[in-house]
């Protein structure tokens, strides 16, 4: 590939393509209207005027005005013939087809007209089509006009209705015929060919005679010693056609002009491919020289001298087209173009103006340098909810501020609200120190226009000096993100860190291996009436025993689920396992309740409710024995198709308990819309209620709300007695905690039934 210093400026692959469309161009001439257009241009500016060896009598206006009906007849015709004949003139080129006047009755004084001119007077042969250099004529001068006068074509071929080309000499019924052209420079021919016309002649300076003046003896020596094209010209001939950069022009001057140029010499077409060669050669150097940093000038440089020498060349009848040799160029640096752009934008923050991730990457090696990334939290959340271009004026106050911290280092800045810069390995020291001020500048709110707004900022720490650029960023990034979930103002990446991210990597195939090998297995947690301290009902809790890591914290593997789209398949696993088991306490005739933890975001599928009814069916499980409970409630209030999931599992006679009430995850709206059996308090207003007066306010009138709404209040979190005697007063109706039961096998629940739930240890 062509690089730009250590960047690629264009692949092999885009050039081998931009080479092999514009040859194709060149071969199928698909290029042509370009070389038109210059040629165009070349006619706009003609300059050359005509030598004046050749000048053109011509049946104009004024000649019409004067005969008789306005109809310049055979006998006119004659009367022209032998008016020019006296004027002395070299040749007459007769621009005329008398096939139609041959019945005319002064048809013998036009024969004997043109006999006396002998051979001096060229007869024109029309054609009925032309082609490249073969012509069909179906007319040629009657035989009567003797054979000495000469005869040639007046045919050519329009391109883009305009006159490019002109014959030299073409065959016609198997005779090789000279064009006008050819017979005007007095060219020998001896094989049909064609030409391009040279554009820069100024028709103005053609010398051009009325008829009438002629036939009245008006010329005087005008015509003496001179080619004479005898040919229409007034407004309303047919014989007028469009030459390149010019209006219509009578079809005379076209071969006055095809004349002038093959007196200066012979005219040669070279085609499409030295241009098309030396623009490839050119190119390629310029990408080469330098890294490809003077390409852009040398392309517009190249592009100039192809058609500059195009021009030159045509001046000195050599045609060659330039259109392929074009189209590369334009192919070419579109590419390099685009390439350069998508470069910069890779390296450049679009909002911030700033570097972003990718030129940190691909800087020398940090070395001893400390890497810092910092995030804005909820970002998303604040670009959805800033109005207009707000978004940008917020990154502009952040990026002032944390520019206090880097301290001349640069600063980085991607996408998503997340910003990098290095610490020199001798300000390490300083680096705590630099985060609490910045901590401290961003507990002042940002003002964007009306709106005052609060930003809070976690931050990474990469430390390490082993790895790419890229791994230390990426470390600093994990970090971050740490930070964030820990409501840290910053934490250091650690090698525990890359341990927990390899793991979650492979989250989905070690999820596999645990939900068949056993590793994934479901407790059960009792839950009891407050007032009889009798066991009414149990929690089926996921655990995992990982092999290697241990017991894996719930709240980790769980997350890390819903991260990977496995949550799904480890809802059904529990739920099947805590519908199989109630459906045992069923049928010992115990009427204990199941309740089952299940994500808000699985609400969105459509076949939940009847697997969960294929499963209640499958073990004969009453469905008013099963409870959903149910998490991050903001969810549900966004989605419509999770409140009707939630309707439709009421219906079906399956509890509904709104889980960590009091946590901001739910609210009073939410009670309204969803008729819940159930409110669970959260655990940790339950264990400080006994400290804490606002939290104590918290549980008691969240217990009365659920009473008043004709649900079931249900305390998590229950430690010891106290607690216990306290909710019994405040009238909770049910008790979930370790001075309770722990959660256990389902086969230590069956075997504890029996015992009181006061004697169990916490």
Same mark, same amino acid.
């Given at each position: 590939?062509?690089?730009?210093?250590?960047?690629?400026?264009?692949?092999?692959?885009?050039?081998?393509?931009?080479?092999?469309?514009?040859?194709?161009?060149?071969?199928?001439?698909?290029?042509?209207?370009?070389?038109?257009?210059?040629?165009?241009?070349?006619?706009?500016?003609?300059?050359?005027?005509?030598?004046?060896?050749?000048?053109?009598?011509?049946?104009?206006?004024?000649?019409?005005?004067?005969?008789?009906?306005?109809?310049?007849?055979?006998?006119? +015709?004659?009367?022209?013939?032998?008016?020019?004949?006296?004027?002395?003139?070299?040749?007459?080129?007769?621009?005329?087809?008398?096939?139609?006047?041959?019945?005319?009755?002064?048809?013998?004084?036009?024969?004997?007209?043109?006999?006396?001119?002998?051979?001096?007077?060229?007869?024109?042969?029309?054609?009925?089509?032309?082609?490249?250099?073969? #012509?069909?004529?179906?007319?040629?001068?009657?035989?009567?006009?003797?054979?000495?006068?000469?005869?040639?074509?007046?045919?050519?071929?329009?391109?883009?209705?305009?006159?490019?080309?002109?014959?030299?000499?073409?065959?016609?019924?198997?005779?090789?015929?000279?064009?006008?052209?050819?017979?005007?420079?007095?060219?020998?021919?001896?094989?049909? #060919?064609?030409?391009?016309?040279?554009?820069?002649?100024?028709?103005?300076?053609?010398?051009?005679?009325?008829?009438?003046?002629?036939?009245?003896?008006?010329?005087?020596?005008?015509?003496?010693?001179?080619?004479?094209?005898?040919?229409?010209?007034?407004?309303?001939?047919?014989?007028? +056609?469009?030459?390149?950069?010019?209006?219509?022009?009578?079809?005379?001057?076209?071969?006055?002009?095809?004349?002038?140029?093959?007196?200066?010499?012979?005219?040669?077409?070279?085609?499409?491919?030295?241009?098309?060669?030396?623009?490839?050669?050119?190119?390629?150097?310029?990408?080469?020289?330098?890294?490809?940093?003077?390409? #852009?000038?040398?392309?517009?440089?190249?592009?100039?001298? *192809?058609?500059?020498?195009?021009?030159?060349?045509? *001046?000195?009848?050599?045609?060659?087209?330039?259109?392929?040799?074009?189209?590369?160029?334009?192919?070419?640096?579109?590419?390099?173009?685009?390439?350069?752009?998508?470069?910069?934008?890779?390296?450049?923050?679009?909002?911030?103006? *700033?570097?972003?991730?990718?030129?940190?990457?691909?800087?020398?090696?940090?070395?001893?340098?400390?890497?810092?990334?910092?995030?804005?939290?909820?970002?998303?959340?604040?670009?959805?909810?800033?109005?207009?271009?707000?978004?940008?004026?917020?990154?502009?106050?952040?990026?002032?501020?944390?520019?206090?911290?880097?301290?001349?280092?640069?600063? +980085?800045?991607?996408?998503?609200?997340?910003?990098?810069?290095?610490?020199?390995?001798?300000?390490?020291?300083?680096?705590?120190?630099?985060?609490?001020?910045?901590?401290?500048?961003?507990?002042?709110?940002?003002?964007?226009?009306?709106?005052?707004?609060?930003?809070?900022?976690?931050?990474?720490?990469?430390?390490?000096?082993?790895?790419?650029?890229?791994?230390?960023?990426?470390?600093?990034?994990?970090?971050?993100?740490?930070? !964030?979930?820990?409501?840290?103002?910053?934490?250091?990446?650690?090698?525990?860190?890359?341990?927990?991210?390899?793991?979650?990597?492979?989250?989905?195939?070690?999820?596999?291996?645990?939900?068949?090998?056993?590793?994934?297995?479901?407790?059960?947690?009792?839950?009891?009436?407050?007032?009889?301290?009798?066991l009414v009902g149990v929690e089926a809790l996921a655990r995992w025993t990982h092999p290697v890591r241990g017991p894996i914290p719930p709240d980790e593997f769980i997350l890390q689920a819903e991260k990977s789209q496995d949550i799904y398949r480890l809802t059904l696993f529990v739920m099947d396992q805590a519908v199989r088991s109630a459906a045992q306490f069923h049928s010992r005739g115990l009427r204990i309740n199941m309740s089952v933890n299940l994500s808000a975001a699985l609400l969105d599928h459509a076949d939940l409710v009847g697997t969960i009814r294929v499963m209640l069916t499958a073990h004969h499980l009453?469905?008013?024995?099963?409870? !959903?409970?149910?998490?991050?409630?903001?969810?549900?209030?966004?989605?419509?198709?999770?409140?009707?999931?939630?309707?439709?599992?009421?219906?079906?006679?399956?509890?509904?308990?709104?889980?960590?009430?009091?946590?901001?995850?739910?609210?009073?709206?939410?009670?309204?819309?969803?008729?819940?059996?159930?409110?669970?308090?959260?655990?940790?207003?339950?264990?400080?209620?006994?400290?804490?007066?606002?939290?104590?306010?918290?549980?008691?009138?969240?217990?009365?709300?659920?009473?008043?709404?004709?649900?079931?209040?249900?305390?998590?979190?229950?430690?010891?007695?106290?607690?216990?005697?306290? *909710?019994?007063?405040?009238?909770?109706?049910?008790?979930?905690?370790?001075?309770?039961?722990?959660?256990?096998?389902?086969?230590?629940?069956?075997?504890?039934?029996?015992?009181?739930? +006061?004697?169990?240890?916490?």
């Amino acid at each position: 590939m062509l690089k730009l210093g250590n960047r690629m400026i264009v692949s092999w692959r885009t050039l081998g393509l931009a080479l092999l469309l514009s040859i194709i161009v060149g071969i199928t001439a698909a290029g042509e209207p370009i070389d038109r257009m210059i040629e165009t241009a070349v006619g706009r500016v003609a300059w050359r005027p005509v030598s004046g060896e050749t000048v053109v009598v011509a049946i104009d206006d004024k000649t019409l005005q004067t005969v008789d009906n306005q109809d310049f007849n055979v006998a006119n +015709h004659a009367q022209l013939i032998g008016a020019v004949d006296a004027a002395g003139a070299k040749r007459l080129f007769v621009d005329f087809s008398y096939e139609r006047r041959a019945k005319d009755a002064d048809f013998p004084k036009l024969i004997a007209a043109v006999k006396h001119m002998d051979d001096r007077i060229v007869l024109a042969v029309p054609s009925r089509s032309f082609q490249g250099t073969e #012509a069909i004529v179906d007319n040629w001068p009657d035989p009567a006009f003797g054979t000495r006068a000469k005869q040639a074509c007046i045919c050519w071929e329009y391109e883009f209705w305009q006159v490019w080309k002109v014959p030299l000499a073409v065959i016609a019924d198997g005779r090789l015929l000279p064009s006008f052209a050819a017979m005007l420079a007095n060219r020998p021919v001896d094989r049909p #060919a064609q030409f391009t016309l040279d554009y820069s002649y100024n028709t103005r300076t053609i010398q051009q005679y009325s008829a009438i003046d002629i036939m009245d003896g008006n010329a005087g020596t005008s015509l003496r010693g001179k080619d004479v094209i005898f040919a229409a010209a007034s407004t309303a001939s047919l014989d007028q +056609h469009y030459l390149p950069g010019h209006d219509k022009v009578p079809g005379a001057y076209i071969h006055l002009i095809a004349g002038e140029a093959l007196k200066r010499g012979d005219p040669v077409n070279i085609g499409w491919l030295p241009g098309f060669v030396a623009a490839v050669f050119i190119l390629l150097a310029a990408l080469g020289y330098r890294g490809g940093r003077w390409y #852009a000038r040398m392309a517009m440089a190249t592009t100039g001298l *192809l058609i500059a020498a195009k021009i030159f060349l045509s *001046l000195s009848l050599i045609s060659t087209q330039v259109g392929a040799a074009c189209f590369f160029i334009a192919a070419l640096s579109a590419n390099v173009s685009r390439t350069r752009r998508r470069k910069s934008a890779q390296r450049e923050n679009p909002v911030s103006g *700033l570097p972003n991730f990718e030129a940190l990457r691909s800087q020398p090696a940090f070395d001893s340098a400390t890497i810092v990334a910092a995030k804005i939290v909820n970002f998303e959340d604040l670009a959805a909810f800033i109005p207009g271009d707000g978004i940008g004026k917020l990154v502009e106050q952040v990026t002032r501020r944390l520019q206090l911290a880097s301290q001349g280092t640069t600063l +980085h800045h991607d996408l998503d609200g997340t910003f990098a810069w290095l610490v020199p390995y001798y300000q390490h020291s300083q680096i705590e120190s630099q985060l609490a001020g910045l901590a401290a500048l961003f507990n002042a709110p940002l003002t964007i226009g009306d709106l005052r707004v609060d930003v809070a900022i976690a931050f990474g720490v990469n430390d390490e000096f082993e790895g790419s650029n890229a791994q230390r960023l990426a470390a600093a990034l994990v970090a971050t993100e740490r930070a !964030i979930r820990t409501r840290s103002l910053w934490t250091k990446y650690t090698p525990r860190q890359k341990d927990d991210a390899g793991w979650q990597l492979s989250f989905h195939s070690q999820l596999e291996d645990a939900l068949t090998g056993g590793d994934i297995w479901v407790a059960f947690q009792p839950q009891y009436s407050i007032a009889s301290h009798k066991l009414v009902g149990v929690e089926a809790l996921a655990r995992w025993t990982h092999p290697v890591r241990g017991p894996i914290p719930p709240d980790e593997f769980i997350l890390q689920a819903e991260k990977s789209q496995d949550i799904y398949r480890l809802t059904l696993f529990v739920m099947d396992q805590a519908v199989r088991s109630a459906a045992q306490f069923h049928s010992r005739g115990l009427r204990i309740n199941m309740s089952v933890n299940l994500s808000a975001a699985l609400l969105d599928h459509a076949d939940l409710v009847g697997t969960i009814r294929v499963m209640l069916t499958a073990h004969h499980l009453p469905p008013e024995l099963l409870t !959903i409970e149910i998490t991050e409630t903001a969810q549900i209030e966004n989605s419509r198709h999770a409140r009707q999931t939630l309707a439709q599992l009421r219906r079906a006679g399956i509890r509904l308990s709104i889980d960590d009430y009091g946590t901001g995850q739910s609210n009073l709206e939410y009670l309204t819309e969803i008729e819940a059996d159930e409110i669970k308090i959260d655990k940790r207003f339950v264990m400080t209620m006994r400290d804490s007066q606002r939290n104590f306010e918290v549980v008691k009138s969240t217990i009365d709300l659920a009473h008043r709404l004709g649900a079931v209040a249900v305390a998590e979190g229950i430690e010891n007695a106290p607690t216990m005697a306290l *909710l019994e007063q405040l009238g909770c109706d049910v008790g979930q905690g370790y001075h309770l039961g722990k959660p256990q096998l389902f086969s230590e629940l069956l075997a504890t039934l029996s015992s009181p739930p +006061h004697s169990r240890s916490a």
